[in-house]
């Protein structure tokens, strides 16, 4: 008979195996009351975080929203800035190259009174005077200069000035480009959502870039540029204004000169025209008494010629009463007649050659005064002749252009406009 044969193993009593089930049972319980609690923990943590990650995006885009509308309020109030300085650099621009055609228009009358005075030293002898019409030709140069130079500062102040605008406007054009650049990265940012295709993680995306500003910072560079904007502009309307006075003030001056210049020409002329009208009618009356005293020195001669043909008759007379006989040759009343002739004809010829020579130095002279007279007239009439040929030069500058001037708006202060000619205080006209 056979007998069973047994696996050698080892073997637990049964309380080790009731022990066991307990403890299996014990340890199921203990796991499933912590999978309880870790799930129903992690169900609050999902919503916990879910409405706090909600909340947090809503917040962030609600700030993204106020900070695009914060942008886009400066981006406004840069481009209002830009167009008020682009005006006011066209404006000043424009006041500038309305100085440079003023400094250019003093060309002229500069020119034409270099041209006058140079034609006025053409003048000969005693014509060659510094009358009040070459000290108002000095004058008028001096004038000239006066206002170029002003002008030259002005438009030398408006370069400078416009610098400055296009300086600041490069300032305000590149933070407005920024401000614009900004916005488009901030409305982009405010697109993007969950579903987006173009969101992925980065590498330390909470890093503070280099270069960061605060907020305060940010306004503070902004209103800076404005408020930088702003003086400039400020200075350049009181800059318009003033090139505005030195242009009408310059041109009132100049215009002023002219009118001085050529009443003191004109009445150069007329006292130059009695002077010449004195001196004709002197050459006239001149003429007049050498025609006469010619006459008186021919008949003269004729009765110096008689009253020597009367001594020759009496030289004769008694020189053959010596020739008389004897007795005869006796001193009568013929011989004393015939000597006081003798006597009175020569005291005659002597007076009457005392005369002559008085007469014909008297000529003489009257001669030679007609000579410096008609000399003077000669110079006096070229010199007219001069003077009038400055004031067919001088007409030129009677009839200037119109000039360009601002009309400052104290409200836009960027309207312009064009001046008519301006008026001056009525001179007295010869």
Known sequence: MATPSFKPSQRFRLPDWHTNSHLLATNAE????????????????????????????????????????????????????????????????????????????????LDVAVECLTLRDSRRDIDVVKDPVEEELHKEVEVIDATKKALQQRISQAF???????????????????????????????????????????VDPTRVPDGSSTLQQWDGFSQLNRSRAEAE????VELREAMALTIAQTNNEL????????????????????????????????????????????HLEDDLRRKFQNLKLCHTRLESRTRRPNVELCQDQAQ??????????????AALKHK????????????????????????????????AKCMDTRRKLAAPAATFAPQVDTFARTTNRTLSPLRTCPLETV
């Open 255 to 298: 215009e002023a000169q002219r009118v001085a210049t050529e009443f003191t020409f004109r009445k150069r002329l007329r006292e130059m025209e009695r002077v010449y009208g004195e001196l004709r009618w002197q050459e006239k009356n001149t003429l007049e008494e050498i025609s006469e005293l010619q006459e008186d020195i021919r």
């Open 336 to 349: 004393h007649g015939l000597t006081d002739e003798v006597h009175q004809l020569e005291a005659t010829i």
């Open 30 to 109: 203990r796991q499933r009351q912590a999978s309880h609690q870790i799930r129903q923990e992690a169900r609050v943590l999902r919503n916990e975080t879910s409405n706090q990650t909600i909340w947090d995006e809503h917040d962030n885009r609600t700030r993204l929203a106020e900070r695009i509308d914060s942008v886009n309020r400066w981006k406004e109030t840069l481009d209002k800035c830009l167009t008020d300085l682009d005006v006011e650099i066209d404006a000043l621009t424009q006041m500038k190259e309305s100085a440079e055609q003023n400094l250019q228009a003093k060309n002229l009358p």
């Open 356 to 387: 002559l020579a008085q007469a014909q130095d008297a000529l003489d002279a009257l001669q030679r005064h007609l000579a410096r007279l008609q000399a003077d007239l000669a110079c006096k009439a070229s010199s007219m002749l001069l003077d």
């Open 160 to 202: 400078e000035k416009l610098c400055l605008l296009q300086e600041a406007r490069q300032q305000l054009s590149a933070d407005h480009r920024d401000k614009v650049e900004t916005l488009d990265i901030d409305r982009g940012c405010l697109s993007l959502s969950l579903t987006s295709p173009n969101i992925t993680l980065k």
């Open 233 to 236: 502009m400020k200075a350049a």
